[in-house]
């Protein structure tokens, strides 16, 4: 091979730096560009949420100045003579949450765990994988329709029973249950979170080092020692992170609320009597109302707002708490 097909002991060629400064030019303008593009993606979603947070102040001005920080412990919602107070629907907002938490943290851990420690073949755990997807895609309005022709008149025997028996505890108490009630949106609630759990959860026990379980079990530890000591406690962030989002979930769904819940505008510490959320109140009377209500119902959205925004915070909170136990 000669000198000059190597190119070694030659001179120069201009031709070949020209088209070198070229290519290095030409990427380093697609690096910037590519910056300057997510940059103004990430602004752009920014500016998107800094707006409809000013927008929704800005119609709930009028309701602010007239009701202020009463408006959050009245529990009269009264168009006729222009009275309002949403007490009632924080209450009920707060308590679906939480209870359908209850019911959708046993449900997601224990299928994520299902799905990933290898209790089953995979011709078994992929169809219920594909069915959790399923639910992520199903319309809320579908699942509250589902809620009303099936759940209620399945459950409204063993809520009668329930409220017979144990009618003395003041959360089952009050009179038979019908049908739309604060649990009942609960129980929906916590079917249409808990794919958000499955999902995050299991995402965190397969990104776990194998080298943990693998380590328990080599030291003798069994299968659900290792999954209660190791596992989970390694995983704990994720499973939290999974949870607080599943919690805003719940808090911002209006369908499921105002097709369930009621629409009593009072509070009820029985979950088995009818309530309202803030989701719901805005969705059923948006459409009739007059000025000063519209005000009242954007007022009412900046609360949840608020509630959305201190869930998150706390969440931050907790997550950061987790991820320094695990360090």
Avoid: C, H
Avoid at 20 to 29: G, Y
Avoid at 113 to 131: D, M, N, Q, S
Avoid at 153 to 167: K, S, W
Avoid at 202 to 224: C, D, H, N, Y
Wanted: glycine share 10%; no cysteine.
């Amino acid at each position: 091979m000669t000198s000059a097909a190597t190119g070694y002991g030659s001179p120069p060629n201009p031709d070949i730096d020209v088209d070198i400064e070229k290519k290095a030019s030409l990427s380093r303008a697609v690096d910037v560009g590519f910056v300057r593009l997510t940059l103004a993606l990430a602004g752009f979603a920014g500016i998107i949420l800094i707006w409809v947070i000013l927008q929704t102040t800005e119609a709930a001005l009028l309701a602010i100045q007239q009701f202020g920080l009463g408006f959050l412990v009245t529990a009269r919602w009264n168009p006729v003579e222009n009275i309002y107070g949403v007490l009632p629907q924080i209450y009920g907002s707060l308590v679906t949450s939480l209870v359908a938490l209850i019911f959708a943290i046993p449900l997601g851990i224990g299928t994520a765990i299902f799905l990933t420690e290898g209790f089953a073949p995979k011709w078994v755990t992929e169809p219920i994988g594909f069915a959790i997807e399923l639910i992520v895609a199903t319309p809320s309005v579908v699942l509250g329709l589902w809620g009303i022709f099936v759940l209620i008149p399945a459950v409204r025997p063993i809520f009668r029973a329930i409220n017979q028996t144990l009618g003395w505890i003041p959360f089952l108490g009050g009179p038979a249950p019908r049908g739309p009630s604060l649990l009942i949106v609960a129980m929906v609630l916590g079917i249409m979170i808990s794919p958000i759990i499955i999902s995050i959860t299991r995402s965190t026990f397969e990104s776990l080092p194998r080298s943990l379980k693998e380590g328990a079990l080599a030291l003798g530890a069994t299968r659900w020692e290792t999954l209660l000591t190791v596992m989970i406690p390694a995983g704990l962030s994720g499973i939290v992170s999974s949870i607080m989002l599943a919690l805003g979930r719940a808090l911002g769904e209006t369908m499921v609320a105002a097709m369930l819940s009621g629409n009593a505008n009072r509070i009820n510490i029985s979950l088995m009597q009818p309530g309202s959320t803030i989701t719901g109140l805005i969705a059923s009377q948006f459409g009739e109302a007059g000025r000063l209500q519209v005000s009242a119902l954007m007022y009412a959205g900046v609360v949840l707002m608020v509630l959305t925004l201190l869930v998150n915070i706390v969440a931050e909170i907790i997550i950061r708490k987790f991820q320094n136990l695990e360090q």
